[in-house]
């Protein structure tokens, strides 16, 4: 019998960092940004969990009941009433899922400008799930006064540490902790992840808070990048399977919003220094492999038994990790192909680089990798198989591979 714990119990890799940001004398706002179900509320709760109880104001925007503006002001008004009774150790303000609010940037640099000049020590913590929105937010309003935290998925030690569960369960399943309660009931499991997780960014984050004239193409869109996570696929291509799909413009656009709310990347072409702006042919990523596996008809017991398309789920995890530690870590994530050569992908820090070639099973060819060192002598190269799979996914820094 396998076991999941609470994923209360668990401190994500983002807790410490934050905890120590608000020791500070004079912290900047924090701002804790990334997907839906990954465990933002549970982090503030530990958080808050070693202040006293009645130094803390934390509020969440799926509870307001009135205008945005309003509900941010009385919420700050009432951390000022407990600042003003003892202003020795200052106050706690946690906002959750501020982006729901409309406004929000602006009423908070009111605010928080207001208790700089008078010197007021009200420490604020934001939590966001929409990329897109919170980027606006803070580029309009917030400039000089806020630190961004990237909240990510699970990775395979955290993986670990909540289950029984092997590797090959983690590549399948991914990384959304609520999850994983449902991973001995696949049908549940999927329902969770459609309904939860998908419904709630594509029908919420997405379609709520940005304009897009075809939402049914967006979906139709996201089922097909999900579908082909770790491949890469052209514009035309995508246009040839969609109905409806419009102009290739259109595509790239969506699949951008798709990116910001942290469900599906299209990785740009490498081509020397940096990778390319724009490209006719992205390769699809899914920030987390279960949103290829939800959306997919295979079992785990029918995925993982079948060499091929088992393949394509490692490649895809892969990508997935590497796409959580870019959000972490800040280096730029590509691949690179030139004719029938092909590195699954490039990890770009700098003037460093390293590409990196998948294969599920143990070391086979290696040609693609011979043919990116040969185009570009400076660079690293690494090889992911079975013999350091595991190995890989253990790995808590990738910049460090780059040394």
Avoid: C
């Avoid at 007021?120 to 400039?143: D, H, P, Y």
């Avoid at 029984?164 to 449902?182: N, S, V």
Wanted: charged content about 25%; cysteine-free.
């Amino acid at each position: 019998m396998q076991r999941y714990e609470m994923t209360g119990l668990i401190s994500r890799h983002w807790t410490p960092i934050l905890t120590s940001r608000l020791l500070e004398s004079r912290p900047l706002i924090q701002i804790v940004l990334g997907p839906r179900q990954v465990g933002k509320t549970t982090s503030l709760a530990q958080v808050a969990s070693t202040w006293s109880d009645t130094r803390i104001v934390s509020k969440s925007a799926d509870d307001a009941q009135v205008d945005g503006r309003l509900w941010i002001e009385h919420a700050w008004d009432e951390a000022r009433r407990i600042y003003q009774q003892d202003p020795q150790n200052g106050v706690l303000l946690l906002f959750d899922e501020i982006q729901k609010i409309e406004q929000w940037s602006e009423t908070i640099k009111k605010k928080w400008d207001e208790d700089i000049r008078k010197k007021a020590l009200i420490k604020v913590v934001l939590t966001g799930s929409s990329a897109l929105s919170i980027q606006k937010g803070l580029s309009e309003s917030l400039a000089g006064r806020f630190e961004v935290i990237a909240a990510t998925h699970l990775s395979y030690a955290e993986f670990r540490d909540l289950s029984d569960a092997d590797l090959d369960q983690y590549i399948f399943f991914g990384g959304y902790p609520g999850a994983l309660r449902f991973m001995s009931d696949e049908r549940r499991w999927r329902q969770y992840v459609s309904q939860s997780i998908v419904e709630s960014v594509l029908s919420r984050d997405l379609l709520m808070m940005t304009r897009v004239d075809k939402p049914a193409l967006l979906r139709r869109l996201f089922v097909l990048a999900a579908e082909y996570s770790g491949q890469i696929l052209s514009y035309q291509k995508m246009t040839g399977q969609l109905q409806d799909a419009g102009n290739t413009t259109t595509l790239a656009h969506y699949l951008d919003l798709l990116d910001q709310a942290f469900l599906i990347a299209g990785l740009k072409k490498f081509e020397g220094g940096r990778p390319r702006l724009r490209s006719s042919s992205p390769k699809l990523q899914t920030h987390n492999n279960a949103l290829m596996s939800a959306l997919s008809r295979r079992s785990f017991a029918e995925a993982r038994s079948e060499p091929d398309i088992w393949g394509r789920y490692v490649e895809s995890a892969v990508g997935a990790h590497l796409i959580n530690q870019a959000r972490v870590e800040g280096f730029e994530l590509s691949y690179w192909r030139d004719g029938n050569f092909e590195v699954d992908f490039v990890i770009t820090f700098g003037k460093k680089v390293l590409g990196m070639e998948v294969k599920s099973g143990r070391r086979g060819k290696v040609s693609g990798l011979n043919a990116f060192s040969i185009r570009f002598p400076k660079a690293k190269t690494m090889l992911v198989d079975g013999d350091n799979l595991e190995k890989f996914f253990m790995t808590s820094s990738i910049l460090k591979l780059l040394n």
